[in-house]
């Protein structure tokens, strides 16, 4: 199970939507607080789109098929609190729009919950 995990994962990082791609660019290398990022990452039952396992902050970029999953994201989000991380997400469109936005809320969530924050 976790191989096929892994696999798919693979496969997700190298199809990412347009939005991921730009938020990636944002992530990436320690840019943001000095904290590390992953992209398309198993935790558990899931895959994230993002994780900083040192921030304990999971980010998920949705598109417009999780208007019709809530109680899916809702069951995963909820997951993913009790396992200790806390969970960020934006729409696609806000991602592509508006991405100095979605990095000043991210940046806000990791300095919050950071030990010295």
């Known amino acids: 199970m976790r191989k096929s995990k892994v696999r798919i994962a693979k496969k997700l990082r190298k199809h990412q939507t347009e939005a991921e ?8 290398n320690k840019q943001l607080g000095g904290f590390k990022f992953r992209r398309q990452q198993p935790i558990g039952p899931y895959i994230v789109d993002f994780v900083s396992f040192d921030g304990n902050l999971v980010i998920e970029v949705d598109g417009g098929q999780h208007a019709a999953n809530k109680e899916n994201d809702l069951k995963r989000d909820q997951w993913l609190q009790s396992e200790g991380y806390g969970v960020l997400r934006f729409w696609n469109t806000d991602v592509i ?12 969530k990791l300095v919050n919950s950071s030990p010295s924050g």
């Open 97 to 108: 729009r508006n991405i100095e936005g979605v990095i000043a809320i991210i940046r806000k």
């Open 21 to 28: 791609q730009r938020l990636w660019r944002h992530l990436r």
